[in-house]
Nanobody, 122 residues
């Protein structure tokens, strides 16, 4: 599976962005998807994860109620809808995939997108 992340940009606090992660390969529907982010000077952290079933999701406490992870298996694409963005959401966002169940650990993911920059600033 090859992943291509897009949708980042500059947005004001309180604004919204939707990130996309387009996957190549016919096995997308058998892979769990996740979004991670890395801010300058900080470690990479998980943001959200989704198992094969769309009702099995995980969100970091810092984004609960503001971010939504979703996927469209017919389009081989995963999404991260980000609302009510805060300055502290500024980071490079990466999508990741792994066969089977999702994980909160980045080391469990073997497939990564190239990252897309999200900057929240007034």
């Amino acid at each position: 599976v090859q992943l291509q992340a897009s949708g980042g940009g500059l947005v004001q606090p309180g604004g919204s962005l939707r990130l996309s992660c387009a996957a190549s390969g016919r096995s997308f529907s058998t892979h769990a998807m996740a979004w991670f982010r890395k801010a300058p000077g900080k470690e990479r952290d998980i943001v959200a994860a989704m198992d094969l079933g769309i009702d099995t999701t995980y969100y970091a406490d810092s984004v609960k109620g503001r971010f939504t992870i979703s996927r469209d298996n017919a389009k081989n694409t995963a999404y991260l809808q980000m609302n009510s963005l805060k300055v502290e959401d500024t980071a490079i966002y990466y999508c990741a995939a792994r066969p089977g169940l999702s994980s909160r650990s980045g080391s469990d993911y073997g497939y990564w997108g190239q990252g897309t920059q999200v900057t929240v600033s007034s």
